[in-house]
Nanobody, 122 residues
Framework: QAQLAESGGGSVQTGGSLRLSCAIS????????IGWFRQAPGKRREGVAY????????EYATSVKGRFTISSDNAKGIGYLQMVSLQSEDTATYYC???????????????WGQGTQVTVSS
């Protein structure tokens, strides 16, 4: 059974940075989609960044493009989301997810972590 566990969330001031990590284990394949999603209170879940494990392809939501960077270390089974220039609207619970299929589609993601809170304040 695949398991994902996020870490690295916390509270930062506007303009600050955080790096989220996602430990991924138990997937039966070495090539899979990794996505980072977020959900703020009262809002719908939003996909913010996608990549393929061990590959260079990435895609970002318009709201985070240029500020967030998704990456992965396939050998270690870890996904990352580097976030800079954080704004109050980035405050949310962030989830990593993994799955097989079209990486841009939320329906692709079968396996989810428990989430980590990111709070950005002025």
């Amino acid at each position: 059974q695949a398991q994902l566990a996020e870490s690295g969330g916390g509270s930062v001031q506007t303009g600050g940075s955080l790096r989220l990590s996602c430990a991924i284990s138990g997937l039966p394949v070495s090539r899979y989609c990794i996505g980072w999603f977020r959900q703020a209170p009262g809002k719908r879940r939003e996909g913010v960044a996608y990549t393929i494990s061990g590959e260079d392809w990435t895609e970002y939501a318009t709201s985070v493009k240029g500020r967030f960077t998704i990456s992965s270390d396939n050998a270690k089974g870890i996904g990352y989301l580097q976030m800079v220039s954080l704004q109050s609207e980035d405050t949310a619970t962030y989830y990593c997810a993994a799955g097989l299929g079209r990486c841009r589609d939320a329906q692709t993601y079968t396996y989810w972590g428990q989430g980590t809170q990111v709070t950005v304040s002025s």
